[in-house]
Every structure is written in C-alpha cells, then in structure tokens.
Antibody
C-alpha cells in the first residue's frame, strides 16, 4: 500500500525551528517528486515546497530562505526544516507525492497520495 | 493571493448536477487537478489531467477545460460529496504549484 506518514509537528515560539518528517511506504521517494503543502486553520491549501528526483528544490515565496526541503534515501523519508518561524506559519502540514505523466494532450500533474498531516503551531 | 480563482461556495440539490470552476491564466498551459477535503481529513485526489479519475473515485466526477477555465462536474450529487474542493496547477513558471482558494460544496 502506498502511504505517507508525517511527524514532527508541535508548538514552537516565534523565531524558533522545527523539522518535519514524511516517511513513505509502498514507493521510493528518490524516484518521485515530493511536495509539502500546508493549510492554516480555517483556510485553503498552500503549496510550500517540492524536491525533484535529481535534487532540485523549489519553494513558495512565503517560505523561501527560511524552509529547507531534503530527503534521506536510506530512510525513504522527506524532511522540511523550518527556521525563523512566524505566527503565520501555523498550519497543518501535509506531504504528498508529486506526480506527472505525459498524457495524450499534454503533461498531467497531480498530488497522490497525501499524508494525514502534522500540526505546527507558532505561538509564544 | 491565489493565481487560481474558485467560487467560495456552491450548493446543489441531492441528485442534481453541479459544476465547480477554476480560473487562471496558467490553465491555458497546464491541466488542473482536483482534490476533495472533508472536515478533519487530508485532501483526496478526485480528478487529474484531461479527465482522469483515480481508482475508487465514482464516475459521477468528471472534468473539462476550456481556455483559462477548468471545471469539475458532479453528475447526480450525493450527500457524501459535501466537502471543500480545491483545484491545483502549475504557475506560469511551470515549477511552482498553486492552489485555488477552494469551493465549499453544500448538498441540499
């Protein structure tokens, strides 16, 4: 079964750091693109960061310079290191496999599966 | 602000058809994918590409696109379809992903 399990969330003070983990089973993270997506309480989904198979990484402007995505192939796990945390980073953080395929009419992109999420609260 | 625009809320009578739309310039170049999210749960993929449904998603869910607008249609909406629906695509650079603001679907 293809599955993702996040961990590492919790309460942290503004300016602090936290590292989230996303353990995959049923597939190999190093052979797939992986993304982190967050959702502030009562708000919509916001893409945060992606890591490609070759190691190229991308970040949303809102977290660039503060967050770092990485992976450990031996543990089949993706990480999100979050530094200089702000109150507005408070959210449920989901990891997702970031899929693509060359369809008959163009490149198709989608996220599947998603983990259950881990909650990050930034507050003093 | 989101580069993909969705109506905040839509309602449909039980058994009727409803269309949820997503607008954005990037949709002229990239397909949208659609996600269903029920309260307290993680999002679930319901549609991607031209009109592809993952295994386990009922065939009452279908998709289409025209110009800068992608649509998710539910034909014969059921009570269990009541949820938030989000579209997603790439931005104009092709490397960043972007979500619509979400549409809350109420089944009356």
């Amino acid at each position: 079964e293809v599955q993702l399990v996040e961990s590492g969330g919790g309460l942290v003070q503004p300016g602090g750091s936290l590292r989230l983990s996303c353990a995959a089973s049923g597939f190999t993270v190093s052979s797939n693109y992986m993304s982190w997506v967050r959702q502030a309480p009562g708000k919509g989904l916001e893409w945060v960061s992606a890591i490609y198979t070759g190691g190229t990484v991308y970040y949303a402007d809102s977290v660039k310079g503060r967050f770092t995505i990485s992976r450990d192939n031996s543990k089949n796990t993706v990480y999100l290191q979050m530094d200089s945390l702000r109150a507005e980073d408070t959210a449920m953080y989901y990891c997702a496999r970031d899929m693509y395929d060359y369809g008959d009419y163009g490149i198709e992109y989608w996220f599947d599966p998603w983990g259950q999420g881990t909650l990050v609260t930034v507050s003093s | 602000s989101s580069e993909l625009t969705q109506d905040p809320a839509v309602s449909v009578a039980l058994g009727q058809t409803v269309r949820i739309t997503c607008q954005g310039d990037s949709l002229r170049s990239y397909y949208a994918s659609w996600y269903q999210q029920k309260p307290g749960q993680a999002p679930v993929l319901v549609l991607y590409g031209k009109n592809n449904r993952p295994s386990g998603i009922p065939d009452r869910f279908s998709g289409s696109s025209s110009g800068n607008t992608a649509s998710l249609t539910i034909t014969g909406a059921q009570a269990e379809d009541e949820a938030d629906y989000y579209c997603n695509s790439r931005d104009s650079s092709g490397d960043h992903r972007v979500f619509g603001g979400g549409t809350k679907l109420t089944v009356l």
